[in-house]
């Protein structure tokens, strides 16, 4: 792919193009520069999988990079998150796998966004991606100060930014109030259970193995169980009154005791059923299992919010979180997997259990996440 430098300067009238031709003054400035790449690698879903994804489920291979249109920008991947909504989304064989990454902007004909700039956005599981950022969301990495840029996909990102709004955001919590939560050491689970604590709440929590029980034990909460406790025993137990809101990701048998427990007007916010996913069945069998199921057959009044409902508030939600994060009171865990090819590896590793905290792959291509070694805005 031929170098596509621009020059960094304001328009001056109407009709003046943000990019210029390839010319001997262009082509001085470092800062534009672009190394020639031509090809990127890519993992593509090639069956459906049964239950629990596995590396045979996937196939890496080679695509040709376009040449840049005007106001497009070529990113190169570091990080590739691993959630449990890849089970969940439909993704045909054939296609790629989705997700979101942490990119460095490796060309650009776009004014907003230089070479070496640090950005969010949903690549999937490729090595390069393009992008029109008037067009797809594109989210530039402020400064995080001596965090990892990783954790723009785990507590900054998406999965902290589902679980600020679910609760700072829907649930108007009180001090003292009882706030379950299951998957409780994911990447989602383990934030609300933080902000809980921060509220003043009573956490109830839950996590499928011993690691991610001692885990989540050091984060505070006040009550922790592996998945070998029944959940109606744990609750009636420690939540004699009801549970005022609950966090659920697991769905199946733990759902339909943890429903019989809530009180009168409390609150169920539902991010999966994991437990449907991890099942050797289709996920048309696996649908049977889901409690949530049977509300949506009966009508049952059901109120659907997205994240990206409160998008005008991503930076305030982040600042705030932030700083938390700065006070340690809101902190985090990673299984990292070193290199590309690993990403199948590591979406297997949300269901072994043996991951902790949010799941990532990171490139070979750099050997540290530190935001010292790119450029932020």
């Not at 210029?20 to 082509?27: G, N, R, S, V, Y």
């Not at 691993?82 to 790629?96: A, H, L, Q």
């Not at 048998?253 to 809530?262: D, I, V």
């Not at 649908?287 to 991503?314: A, N």
């Amino acid at each position: 792919m031929e170098a596509l430098p621009c020059i960094n300067k304001e328009e001056t009238t109407a009709s003046a193009k943000e990019c210029e031709p390839d010319t001997d003054a262009t082509k001085s400035q470092p800062g534009w520069l672009v190394t020639d790449v031509h090809f990127g690698s890519q993992w593509v879903k090639i069956r459906d999988y049964i239950g629990v994804p596995s590396p045979r489920d996937f196939r890496m291979t080679s695509f040709s990079i376009p040449k840049l249109a005007q106001r497009e920008i070529l990113v190169e991947s570091l990080c590739w998150s691993v959630e449990n909504y890849m089970r969940e989304f439909d993704i045909k064989p054939g296609s790629t796998m989705m997700g979101e990454v942490v990119a460095s902007v490796v060309a650009s004909r776009h004014k907003d966004y230089k070479p070496t700039m640090l950005v969010t956005c949903a690549a999937g599981w490729r090595t390069h991606c393009v992008f029109n950022p008037d067009v797809t969301p594109v989210r530039p990495v402020v400064d995080i100060l001596d965090f990892p840029a990783s954790v723009c996909l785990g507590p900054l990102g998406l999965p902290g930014l589902v679980a600020y709004f679910s609760f700072l955001g829907m649930c108007n919590p009180q001090p003292g109030d009882i706030v379950l939560v299951n998957a409780a050491a994911g990447s989602v689970g383990s934030v609300i259970g933080q902000l809980a604590k921060i509220q003043g709440c009573k956490v109830i929590a839950f996590a499928a193995s011993k690691d991610r029980c001692d885990w989540i034990r050091e984060l505070g909460f006040d009550w922790v169980y592996c998945q070998n406790v029944t959940v109606s025993a744990a609750l009636t137990r420690q939540a004699h009154d009801g549970v005022d809101f609950f966090f659920d990701c697991v769905g199946a048998e733990f759902t339909k005791g943890a429903l019989q427990h809530m009180k009168l007007d409390g609150t169920v916010c539902v991010f999966g059923h994991n437990k449907s996913y991890a099942s050797r069945v289709g996920m048309d069998s696996a649908g049977r299992f889901d409690p949530y199921t049977i509300l949506r057959m009966r009508h049952g009044k059901v109120k659907s919010r997205s994240v990206f409902d409160f998008q005008d508030k991503f930076v305030e939600a982040q600042t705030e979180m932030l700083d938390w994060m700065l006070q340690g009171k809101l902190r985090f865990r990673e299984t990292m997997f070193e290199g590309f090819d690993r990403l199948p590896e590591a979406l297997n590793a949300l269901y072994d259990k043996s991951s902790v905290g949010t799941v990532f792959a990171k490139s070979n291509t750099v050997d540290s996440l530190s935001t010292s070694v790119v450029s932020l805005v």
